[in-house]
């Protein structure tokens, strides 16, 4: 199953730019994880927000909250997420 995720990170003030790039580390090596497993079929920025769209690939509700519940930052996200379905239009040529 198809899942598309928006997320939106907000660091509480207290932590500190150490911490900060701490999660940021740890974040990137999780990422990377699931990008090389096939998960995550794409990120994407979003311009000029601390935020991104990424897509995943799971089996399903459950394995994708086991997903995104294990992003280190996971405390400091929102998270919007919209279920994918096939369209009639797709060609062979962008399917994932």
Do not use: C
């Not at 900060?20 to 990422?31: M, P, R, T």
């Not at 096939?38 to 991104?52: D, F, P």
């Not at 089996?59 to 096939?86: C, Q």
């Amino acid at each position: 199953m198809l899942f598309l995720a928006r997320m939106d990170v907000t660091f509480p003030e207290s932590l500190t730019p150490e911490q900060v790039a701490d999660f940021q580390a740890q974040e990137k090596e999780y990422s990377g994880n699931l990008q090389r497993q096939g998960t995550m079929k794409g990120i994407w920025r979003v311009v000029g927000e601390y935020s991104n769209y990424s897509i995943y690939d799971v089996r399903d509700n459950d394995e994708l909250h086991a997903v995104l519940s294990g992003f280190p930052m996971y405390p400091y996200m929102k998270i919007k997420v919209t279920p994918l379905a096939d369209h009639p239009n797709v060609t062979d040529a962008v399917a994932y």
